[in-house]
């Protein structure tokens, strides 16, 4: 199946799962941030960029619980132009209600204002996607945003996968400025894909 037509299904396959299903997976997935170690994640004022699930995404409900209890800052990434890289601003509420935020004309929900950060600054960024292989390459939703950030980053974060166990597959088609991930979490699995990054038994 060509990258297109993956694409496609697996977005489609997103869509069609309940608010219920969809809840209970990244719940089950939040487990597998418990495994995690590195030194990202044991520093002072540790920082995590957090997406706003927006098209049919695992839920990004529980990583905001998880970075919370910890005392971690949350991030959210935030489109600036067509061309340009994701700059990320602080979310700080106490409570997440993704209803409150605005919603960019391209979908995705995005904070307005805020304390801004380029992604170098982040320790840890956690990567939507639509599917992943079992290297760590990584299909996007196709507006190459995160690979053209990450990629400009003298210093880049922890890159972590954040999808439901579907949107594993075999193989991927790869182009050298992909940005691979680190690890992946899904509701039966942590994927680790680099060898500085450790899982906890």
């Not at 719940?27 to 995590?48: D, F």
């Not at 489109?79 to 004309?105: A, C, D, M, Y």
């Not at 053209?148 to 400025?177: C, E, H």
């Amino acid at each position: 199946m060509n990258t297109h037509h993956l694409r496609k299904q697996l977005r489609q396959q997103r869509l069609r799962l309940s608010k219920r299903h969809r809840n209970r997976a990244a719940y089950q997935a939040r487990r597998g941030l418990n495994r995690l170690q590195h030194p990202a994640l044991t520093g002072k004022n540790v920082k995590i960029g957090i997406f706003a699930d927006a098209f049919g995404e695992m839920p990004t409900q529980p990583l905001m619980d998880w970075a919370r209890q910890r005392g971690y800052g949350i991030y959210l990434p935030v489109v600036t132009g067509k061309h340009q890289p994701l700059v990320f601003i602080e979310f700080s509420q106490k409570t997440w209600r993704q209803s409150r935020l605005p919603r960019h004309p391209l979908g995705m929900r995005q904070p307005e204002q805020g304390k801004m950060v380029k992604v170098a600054a982040l320790d840890v960024v956690f990567m939507p996607l639509v599917a992943a292989d079992k290297i760590g390459n990584r299909m996007g939703m196709g507006g190459g945003y995160y690979d053209r950030t990450l990629a400009k980053a003298k210093n880049k974060p922890l890159k972590i996968g954040w999808a439901y166990d579907f949107q594993l597959v075999d193989k991927l088609d790869s182009n050298p400025w992909d940005i691979k991930l680190d690890a992946l979490i899904t509701p039966s699995k942590l994927w680790i894909f680099r060898r500085y990054l450790v899982s906890k038994q």
